[in-house]
């Protein structure tokens, strides 16, 4: 593959990224859990389409995939082991961890300490030396802000409580976060295959509709009212056409899950932006 391609790849992959990465922050998915998720993503299918059955070379999958051969085994023996699943505490797990086990930040009996927000005296205990401490360089003044919207720390006359261990982030349930992968699976799917079809025409059925210059956000409500009727009579026409045709489904043959996804889209236009351009806009340079 040229160079050039994998740019383009790489940067149509950012695009896609943006909004999931913005949902796995928000649900507290470390870098780290992404990061691993990802390997095991690339052995699966480096092993699924890449490689033949039987014994597996693992020389040849940490080519194929850019991992080492360590890297390569350890996603291969964690799957194996079941029910295993590494813990990765995010920043404000790390932080509360230390306010309830570090003896400097605890009082009588074990009991975290209400701390100021920062101390000129080094002896006293403060909230910016604990994020300072369990936290590398998160700015403490969002971790505090991030532990108080949680509900895990509260102002005190001037001081700041730790009042709960676990840091909860907005909850989301099963079926939802369920959704949202059975979703991005089917739109990329058929995405990478149109783009990689051998063959003119081989491809599913992938057309886009939308405004040229744009809409306002009233007019944009507007078309969400005017859709949701029509697209909802579409699909149940091909709902019926579905139910009508069940009898053509031989059996003992081989079945696949198939089937329309339609989606009113907003694009956000800061989205469209790359980070060096936000890094640009904010006047941020690299440190000498």
């Not at 509360?96 to 205990?125: C, F, H, N, V």
Request: proline share 4%; aromatic share 10%; with cysteine.
């Amino acid at each position: 593959m040229g160079q050039e391609v994998k740019d383009h790849l790489r940067a149509a992959l950012s695009l896609m990224f943006k909004p999931l990465i913005r949902l796995l922050i928000a649900q507290g998915v470390t870098h780290a859990e992404f990061s691993e998720t990802a390997k095991e993503v690339y052995v699966e299918i480096a092993l699924r389409h890449f490689e033949s059955e039987g014994r597996v070379n693992r020389s040849r999958v940490a080519i194929l995939t850019g991992l080492t051969r360590k890297e390569v085994k350890n996603v291969i023996d964690r799957t194996i082991e079941s029910g295993y699943q590494e813990k990765t505490y995010s920043r404000p797990e790390r932080v509360l961890t230390g306010w309830y086990s570090d003896p400097r930040y605890q009082g009588p009996y074990g009991i975290p300490l209400e701390l100021p927000y920062e101390s000129a005296d080094k002896e006293t205990p403060c909230f910016v030396d604990l994020v300072r401490q369990y936290s590398g360089d998160m700015a403490p003044r969002q971790m505090l802000d991030q532990l108080v919207e949680a509900g895990s720390v509260l102002e005190v006359e001037g001081r700041y409580k730790a009042v709960r261990r676990i840091f909860k982030h907005s909850t989301l349930s099963p079926s939802l976060i369920k959704r949202l992968g059975e979703v991005g699976y089917r739109v990329f799917s058929t995405a990478a295959k149109n783009i990689d079809k051998e063959m003119e025409g081989s491809g599913y059925f992938d057309r886009m509709v939308f405004a040229d210059d744009g809409c306002t956000d009233e007019l944009i409500d507007s078309f969400d009212d005017f859709i949701k009727p029509r697209g909802q009579e579409f699909l149940e026409e091909i709902d019926v056409w579905f139910s009508s045709r069940k009898e053509l489904n031989r059996p003992g043959d081989e079945r696949k899950e198939t089937g329309i996804y339609m989606v009113h889209y907003v694009e956000d236009i800061d989205d469209q932006g790359t980070l060096r351009s936000l890094l640009h806009k904010r006047g941020i340079e690299k440190e000498r």
